[in-house]
Each structure stands twice: as C-alpha cells, then as structure tokens.
C-alpha cells in the first residue's frame, strides 16, 4: 500500500549509543517531517524539509540531524542519545502546495527508548 | 505565535453517547483547521479538515465547523462506538506563518465503552 513507511518500530538504546530511524514514502511528496510524540505535549516538530538535499530545523532540533539524500528517504539520526529522547517518534510527508490543501501523510511510529 | 488548545482528557462514553471534543486556536493569519485520529499502535490519519470560516468538515460521522468569531473547531459526532476509541489532535496550518507546518493540540483520548 501507498504511504510513509517507518523503520525501525521499536528500538532500546543505551544512553551514548547512535541510531538511524529511516522514513520512506512512495507517493511523490516534496515536503517530509520528523516529528516526537511525548506525554501531554502533542506532535512536536524536530526538523522538516522541503526538497531532495535541503532540511530545516523545527521546534525541538538539538541532539538530531536529518538528511535527504533522495527525494523519497528522510533519515534522523540521534548521534549521542540522552534519556531524554525516549519518545515516539512519527515522519509525515505532504505535496509541494500548502498544508492547508491536503494535510499530512503520517507513518506508523518508531517507539525509541533511551536507558 | 499560532497554537492550538484542545480539552484534556481522557474521556470516557458509553456507546450511542454523544462526543463532543473542544477545540479552540491562536492564528496570525487564516489557518485551516483539521482533526486527526490516532488508534492504538498506529500513527496519526486525517480525520477531517475546514479551509476557511463557515466550513463544516465532516467524515465517518465526525463534524467540526470553523468558527472564525470564537476560533474553534470543536469536534463532536452524534452516536460514539467502541471502534471510535482512539486519541484526537485538533491542528491548524497557517499560510502566514509559512514553512507548511501543522501545529498540533496535546490529544484528548477517547475511550467508549459497551
């Protein structure tokens, strides 16, 4: 089926450790996010980017990097993780043209803890 | 800056109730408004959405009309069932603010009972 695709779904850190978590979509879209799901809080954005080999911070950028070599993939790394990261973590794309118009395509979630 | 406030839960219904989930937001321009559903171990899908004042969004039983005189979006739906269960995100995008950015309420989770 079409959509976002999020890889891995759960993953155990140790406080330190790096990791990847892969987003893949099928359908086209410009636009990919990385967002964190925490307790209380919401969504909140992480970083974004609007075309193949360009990203932008967001609301919660430190302690992540993202890129997007290619205009289907975007990758967020955690390259020293804190406890502080355990999260749920969701990609989302959406087309070129504004939110407002289509709204966002979300995957499934990559549940992260940090010991 | 824009926002979104959205009720607290978690609530809770019997099914047949009525559901109503309030909504309310901060904008700088002309936002449209949606409400996402997230079930169990699944990620957030678009449950409907409103472009301008006055417009009803509506799906799968679920309405919500853009008020722009109280800046709402409150959701609600006449008859619940169990397989309504799930938590709710009231967003809004906003054009003026740019960057094709959602800003997401905190979630109410909805649990209904038989």
């Known amino acids: 089926n079409a959509g976002v695709t999020q890889t891995p779904k759960f993953r155990v850190l140790k406080t330190g450790q790096s990791m990847t978590l892969l987003c893949a979509q099928d359908?086209?879209?410009?636009?990919m996010y990385w967002y964190r799901q925490d307790p209380g809080m919401g969504l909140r954005l992480i970083h974004y980017?609007?075309?193949?080999?360009?990203?932008a911070k967001g609301e919660v950028p430190d302690g992540y990097n993202v890129s997007r070599l290619k205009k289907q993939n975007f990758l967020l790394g955690l390259e020293s993780a804190a406890p502080s990261q355990t999260s749920v973590y969701f990609c989302?794309?959406?087309?070129?043209?504004?939110?407002?118009?289509?709204?966002?395509?979300f995957g499934s979630g990559t549940r992260l803890t940090v010991v | 800056g824009d926002s979104v406030t959205q009720m607290e839960g978690p609530v809770t219904l019997s099914e047949e109730a009525f559901l109503t989930i309030n909504c309310t937001y901060t904008?700088?321009?002309?936002?449209?408004l949606f409400w996402y559903v997230q079930y169990p171990g699944e990620g957030l899908q678009l449950l409907l959405k409103?472009?301008?004042?006055?417009d009803k969004g509506s799906n799968k039983g679920f309405e919500a009309t853009y008020r722009k005189e109280t800046t709402s979006f409150h959701l609600e739906k006449g008859s619940v069932q169990v397989s309504d269960s799930a938590v709710y995100f009231c967003?809004?995008?906003?054009?003026?603010?740019?960057?094709?950015?959602?800003?997401f309420g905190t979630g109410t989770r909805l649990t209904v009972i038989p």
């Open positions: 989302a794309s959406s087309y070129r043209s504004w939110a407002g118009s289509y709204g966002y395509t």
């Open positions: 359908m086209n879209h410009e636009y």
């Open positions: 980017s609007v075309g193949e080999g360009t990203t």
């Open positions: 904008a700088t321009g002309y936002p449209s």
């Open positions: 409103a472009t301008k004042a006055d």
């Open positions: 967003a809004l995008s906003d054009r003026e603010a740019g960057a094709n950015n959602l800003f």
